[in-house]
């Protein structure tokens, strides 16, 4: 019989051995809502303690927007939408643009020979 035909004849065994048994398969119970282990006070997601995506977006846009009143000259005007933005004053602690931000928070600018390996494909 050729050598490699009977290699080829007997059972593959990974080289590979692995220490111990097999980990067990838990079985979540789907019907309770529990909280995950890591979490701070035991916090469920859209709890009662937990706070709202529409109340804490509330501070991060500093626009509202506010239903536009439709009238039949506006309607026919290409590009209108249904909304109308209006700026609201800034609140504490809120900015509207970066350049109103310390200079440690700032965008750093970029040196000559940052630039030459980036335009020349990223070798040196």
Known sequence: MNPTAAKLARAYEPMIKFVGTKHPILKHNTD???????????????????????????????????PYKNSKANSSIAGSSKYQFTDRALKADEVSSINDLPLRFHYKPIDEAELEVINGGGAY
């Open 32 to 66: 309770k809502i529990l909280p995950h282990p890591c979490t701070v006070n035991g916090l469920i997601p859209g709890g009662a303690e937990t706070v709202q995506v529409a109340d804490f977006m509330k501070n991060y846009t500093p626009f509202q927007v506010v």
